[in-house]
């Protein structure tokens, strides 16, 4: 059987079938940690950066990322920069050379110039499907193969929801048969829609709070399967199974900003925001089918905005909202450090190494993850100058970093040769 195997390959090659085991399927990866499960890659790069494999410029305007499953790359954009409702929002489909195979609308784009107009969430990937939500609310699911679209609602209308300040910058996340996203409604607080048909499943019950700006966080605890919910104003622990609201946490900030995604481990939620908000750490305990949040410590200085977090070992890296490069102990709050490094920016963690990326002047970073200090090992300016600020999260995926600003895609090798 196994001489086989490389005969099956060569004809599936002739056959113009794509072969490939890159997977990046949904936003921050299949485990929610913004971690790459890839190996062998390069522990440092020439001055000028890791080789440029190419460059896809027809994207339209977006902050974000990519997801990439079975030889395809998807990513969102605006179709076209301004304002007017001629703007609409796309769902790109590109293959592994960054050559366009398809592209599809989903309604309507955001295009409030004094509100960064442009997409936010990251398209999901589910085996012959990709699933994609608008700032504006609007939920599809999309035939990853053609781009035709198969359902499609408006979350917002349908479940009696305002938009929030900057817009819904989710990105839906599928459990088994469900598609859960967060409206913020009079109707529901979190919702989980069929991901063949998109009717209703279940509805949690509405949380006092309009939606906030982070994706759904799945974890298990003591025989629940636990969706963490962030709004305006708490945390939310809602039973993925049946919408029951199985905890509500206060977790807020002047401005009403809550944009990272926790991290679970053992039985304690790590929480951080910017604006003021700092970070969390809480307990859950179990009493019978009710579940309690309490407070372990509270560190005010490390306080990521929205460029993510990762945790090494026993510390969590990330930026804070005035722009310094920290690490925080997980189990304490103790801050290992606080520099400045490329600035502030987003995160993202493969082969033993954080990958940066500074939201304001294109930079790029290699960054070891050492608690006690910021120790970068390489650095790189992106080549094309672009508006905006670079908010998309980085990926590496089969040995490339992907890096999206504005319309631009790149794509790196960062393999070892």
């Known amino acids: 059987m196994k001489h086989l195997i490389p005969l099956i390959l060569l004809v599936l090659l002739n056959t113009g079938l794509v072969v490939s085991e890159e997977s990046w399927p949904v936003f921050h990866g299949p485990k929610g940690d913004n971690k790459s499960a890839d190996e062998n890659l390069l522990k440092s790069w020439p001055e000028n950066g890791p080789p440029l494999l190419w460059t896809a410029d027809f994207l339209g305007f977006g902050y974000s990322g990519v997801t990439i499953a079975n030889g395809r790359i998807f990513i969102t954009g605006n179709e076209t920069q301004g304002q007017g409702d001629d703007v609409l929002s796309m769902l790109y489909c590109l293959d592994m050379e960054g050559k366009l195979l398809w592209k599809s609308e989903n309604g309507s784009g955001w295009n409030d110039s004094r509100k960064y107009p442009s997409t936010r969430a990251t398209p999901t990937i589910d085996g012959k499907y990709v699933y994609d939500e608008t700032p504006l609310g609007q939920v599809a699911c999309f035939e990853a193969e053609t781009g035709k679209k198969i359902w499609t609602r408006n979350i917002l209308e349908d479940f009696d929801a305002k938009n929030i300040q900057w817009a819904l910058a989710e990105s839906v996340v599928i459990d088994g048969n469900n598609v859960i996203c967060c409206p913020g409604g009079e109707k529901a607080s979190v919702a989980a829609l069929d991901k063949l048909t998109g009717k209703t499943v279940w509805e949690a019950k509405p949380s006092g709070f309009p939606a906030s700006y982070a994706t759904p966080y799945l974890f298990d605890f ?187 895609l790149y794509c790196f090798d960062v393999r070892q040769k």
Request: net charge negative; aromatic share 10%.
């Open 222 to 408: 003591e025989g629940m399967h636990i969706a963490a919910v962030t709004t305006e104003g708490n945390l939310l622990g809602i039973n993925a199974e049946n919408g029951e609201v199985l905890f509500a946490h206060p977790f807020a900030n002047k401005l009403k900003i809550n944009a990272t995604i926790p991290i679970y481990k053992e039985g304690t939620l790590f929480m951080t925001s910017g604006y003021g908000g700092g970070a969390y750490l809480i307990r859950l305990k179990k009493d019978g089918n009710v579940l309690a949040a309490e407070e372990i410590w509270a560190e005010k200085s490390f306080d990521n905005q929205h460029g993510g977090i990762v945790m090494v070992g026993d510390y969590v890296y990330g930026t804070t909202h005035n722009g310094r490069w920290g690490s925080i102990k997980f189990t304490d709050g103790t801050i290992g450090y606080m520099e400045r490094g490329i600035g502030k920016g987003s995160i993202h963690y493969a082969d033993g190494l954080l990958y940066g990326l500074s939201e304001n002047g294109r930079k790029a970073a290699l960054i070891e993850p050492t608690p006690e200090k910021y120790t970068q090992i390489s650095e790189f300016v992106l080549p094309n100058e672009a508006e905006g600020p670079t908010w998309a999260h980085p990926v590496v995926c089969g040995g490339k970093l992907y890096i999206r600003h504005a319309q631009y």
